[in-house]
Structures are given as structure tokens and as C-alpha cells.
């Protein structure tokens, strides 16, 4: 049974960085493709960024947010089964439940809908 599970949210403030984890088990990383979504209070969940499986083809930032580019990265390591989100420069406004998703297509998409497994979330929450 494949699970994933998120960690490193916390408080932070106004300008800081935060590193979320998302760690996949049960099957073996590079199978999947995982996208990193957030859920503010009253909004809908948003895809923020997203690694795909195929990772000889695919840049990244083609699936960013825009209000984080330049701010956040993903990073993929398939030997430890983890995907990494790095942000940086954070303000309020990505104070936000991040949760993490997998799918077997390479292809990311948008869609939380398109995404299998996911996590139970951790909340990251930015400081004015």
C-alpha cells in the first residue's frame, strides 16, 4: 500500500525559508510523480509545484504557481524516496495547509482530482 506523508511545517516569519518533506512508502519513488499543493482558510487546494517521474524531461518551475516562482524549488531524491519543497522569502499569504500527492502518469497536472495518494498535510503558518 503506497503512503505519503508530509513534515517540516511550522511558524515562521515574514521573510524566512521553511523545507517541507514529502516521504513516499510502499513502492518505490520513481515510479510516481508527486505535486505539492497548499490549502488556505476559505480556498480552494492549489498545486503549487510538482515533480514529475520522468525527470529527464520535465523543468520544474513549468509547474509552478505563479506566486512562488523564484521563491520556491522541489527537489526529488529517489534513493531516499523523499521530494523536498524549499521555500524561501515567505510571506502571509502562504500561510496554508501543504499537502503532498502522488500519481503514476508522468505528466503533472493541476487536478487534485488526477492524484492518488496523498498525505494528511502540515501547516505552514508566516508572520507578518
Known amino acids: 500500500q503506497v503512503q505519503v506523508a508530509e513534515s517540516g511545517g511550522g511558524l515562521v516569519q515574514s521573510g524566512g525559508s521553511l523545507r517541507l518533506s514529502c516521504l513516499l512508502s510502499?513502492?518505490?519513488?520513481?515510479?510516481?510523480?508527486i505535486g505539492w499543493f497548499r490549502q488556505a482558510p476559505g480556498k480552494e487546494r492549489e498545486r503549487v509545484l510538482c515533480?514529475?517521474?520522468?525527470?529527464?524531461?520535465?523543468?520544474?518551475?513549468?509547474y509552478a504557481e505563479e506566486s512562488v516562482k523564484g521563491r520556491f524549488t522541489i527537489s526529488r531524491d529517489n534513493g531516499r524516496n523523499r521530494v523536498d519543497l524549499q521555500m524561501n522569502n515567505l510571506n502571509p499569504e502562504d500561510t496554508a495547509i501543504y499537502y503532498c500527492?502522488?500519481?503514476?502518469?508522468?505528466?503533472?497536472?493541476?487536478?487534485?482530482?488526477?492524484?492518488?495518494?496523498w498525505g494528511q498535510g502540515t501547516q505552514v503558518t508566516v508572520s507578518s
Open positions: 500527492a502522488a500519481r503514476r502518469p508522468s505528466m503533472c497536472s493541476e487536478e487534485k482530482n488526477l492524484y492518488r495518494y
Open positions: 510502499g513502492d518505490s519513488l520513481g515510479l510516481w510523480t
Open positions: 515533480s514529475s517521474r520522468d525527470t529527464s524531461t520535465t523543468d520544474f518551475e513549468d
